[in-house]
């Protein structure tokens, strides 16, 4: 699938933009991706933007240079988190959308309970038809208690929303064989299958001088895209109109496909999981199938029961016992759309596919 595809097929997409790209006068730039944004909301697609950019801009107006301290960090957020929205709006508002801001800490995402209710705030939002714009709320974050970067932050931003798609938006172009700074002639990984040691090493260390992540944080962020079901897109959003570029043919980013490969430590946080949202009954042929280490296909799947979205834990149940947990690849209403299908006919069905599993054996314990 080329990045166009991916995004045109996607339902439900998270943009984060580095402060690479918010510093100087960024006016224009900011508005034609809110207009590539008016015009994914205009096919029906729900959008989110996880905003770099605050304390690059409060150490511009406060004269700050670039202090390693944690206050002058902070104060510097403090004062560019309303400039940073304050541009947004009214690049939003040029488009008709209503911008709305979320400032999260890192318990917000690794906790279930607040988990839920940022969820919560998010669906809504997106339900209003506004744009949430995110980032951590550096004013009040401490050096131990923080996601430092917005890579990392938008991978768990994008599964709070049940995103299809990520797209990391910074001056660079994707994911390179070898440093492209040091080495010129490395070339643009286009598909990168799974994230190991080796692929985390080549990316090195941190990036720009303005932002905190690098490359190595974007990858981290795609390896958590993929564990729950959401392909990633590292691009370029250097030129205006960032998205409209990614649509256009020829168009180069690194893409990880959605698809995981998690480790034994990911199935027990799965196993572990106090809130299961909601359950699958399953038929005999599908439980024998599981016992022998298959994944759930739609296709044995007979009842479907509460309120969750790609990425959240299941309970599975065959004649009313449970058998097992895993985080579904579909949401609720996708999934009782395709109970009983055979996977072939997924696509056909919802107009998309998310994988041929419902739950993926490899997101999946039996308990
Ligand atoms: N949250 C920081 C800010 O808004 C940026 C973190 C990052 O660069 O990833 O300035």
């Not at 944690?70 to 510097?76: E, P, R, T």
């Not at 969820?119 to 949430?132: D, F, N, S, Y």
Request: with cysteine.
């Amino acid at each position: 699938m080329t990045p166009s595809q991916l995004v045109s097929n996607a339902q439900c997409i998270a943009i984060k933009v580095g402060s690479s790209l918010l510093t100087g006068d960024r006016t224009a730039w900011m508005g034609s991706l809110a207009a590539d944004i008016a015009a994914l909301r205009a096919e029906g697609k729900t959008v989110l933007l996880v905003s770099s950019g605050a304390v690059a801009l409060g150490r511009q107006r406060l004269g700050l240079r670039g202090s390693p301290r944690l206050a002058a960090k902070q104060a510097a957020a403090a004062t560019g988190q309303p400039l940073l929205m304050a541009a947004w709006n009214a690049a939003f508002a040029a488009h008709g959308l209503t911008a709305a801001q979320l400032l999260l800490t890192i318990g917000d995402t690794e906790a279930r309970r607040r988990w839920l209710n940022a969820r919560a705030t998010i669906e809504t939002l997106l339900g209003l038809g506004v744009v949430p714009v995110v980032n951590e709320n550096d004013s009040v974050a401490t050096e131990e208690l923080r996601y430092g970067d917005n890579d990392r932050l938008s991978a768990r931003v994008a599964q709070l929303a049940g995103a299809d798609v990520l797209v990391l938006l910074s001056d660079v172009d994707g994911f390179y064989e070898r440093d492209p700074v040091a080495d010129p002639s490395a070339a643009l990984i286009d598909r990168l299958e799974a994230i190991g040691t080796d692929e985390l090493a080549a990316a090195g260390g941190a990036g720009t001088a303005v932002g905190t992540g690098g490359m190595r944080t974007k990858l981290e962020a795609a390896r958590i895209a993929q564990g729950f079901g959401c392909a990633t897109l590292i691009a370029s959003g250097v030129h205006d109109h960032p998205l409209a570029r990614l649509r256009a043919d020829g168009a180069r980013a690194t893409l990880v496909p959605a698809r995981g490969s998690p480790a034994s430590a990911y199935k027990q946080w799965i196993a572990g999981t106090l809130a299961p949202l909601g359950q699958l009954g399953i038929d005999r042929g599908a439980a024998d199938a599981l016992g022998r280490g298959s994944s759930l296909l739609p296709s044995g799947v007979r009842s479907i029961e509460g309120e969750f979205v790609p990425g959240d834990c299941v309970r599975i149940l065959c004649d009313g016992r449970e058998l097992g947990r895993g985080l579904a690849r579909y949401g609720a209403r996708e999934a009782s759309v395709i109970a009983g299908l055979r996977a072939t006919d997924i696509a056909g069905r919802l107009g998309y596919s998310r994988g041929d599993e419902l739950i993926h054996r490899d997101d999946l314990v039996l308990t």
